[in-house]
């Protein structure tokens, strides 16, 4: 059964820096697209970034040209360095997995992580 475990979340000042990281185990982690969500208070849970098997990187426009998604093999780690923070991007970041490419409903989901940007 795949497991995965997000950290690295936290509280930083607005334009600072965060790394979140997703340890995915039970699984073979090459074959799996990786991606962020996040979900702020009273809030729809929103797509953030995913990385495809390939290492192909897509990003929503909100955080396109901030973050930056990679998914490190032999780590079995799918990272979210999210610099240029604003207080619009608080929120409980979720690490999630799936086989296929693009899936409308991700398979596999993380608890989540705090990230809280101080204005």
């Known amino acids: 059964q795949v497991q995965l475990v997000e950290s690295g979340g936290g509280l930083v000042q607005a334009g600072g820096s965060l790394r979140l990281s997703c340890s995915f185990s039970?699984?073979?982690?090459?074959?799996?697209?990786m991606a962020w969500f996040r979900q702020g208070s009273g809030k729809d849970r929103d797509f953030v970034a995913r990385?495809?098997?390939?290492?192909?990187?897509y990003y929503s426009d909100s955080v396109k040209g901030r973050f930056t998604i990679s998914k490190h093999n032999a780590k079995n780690t799918v990272y979210l360095q999210m610099d240029s923070l604003k207080p619009e991007d608080t929120a409980v970041y979720y690490c999630?997995?799936?086989?296929?490419?693009?899936?409308?409903?991700?398979?596999?989901w993380g608890q989540g992580t705090q990230v809280t940007v101080s204005s």
């Open positions: 039970g699984g073979t982690f090459s074959r799996f697209t």
């Open positions: 999630a997995a799936d086989v296929r490419s693009a899936p409308v409903q991700y398979m596999y």
């Open positions: 990385v495809l098997w390939t290492g192909q990187p």
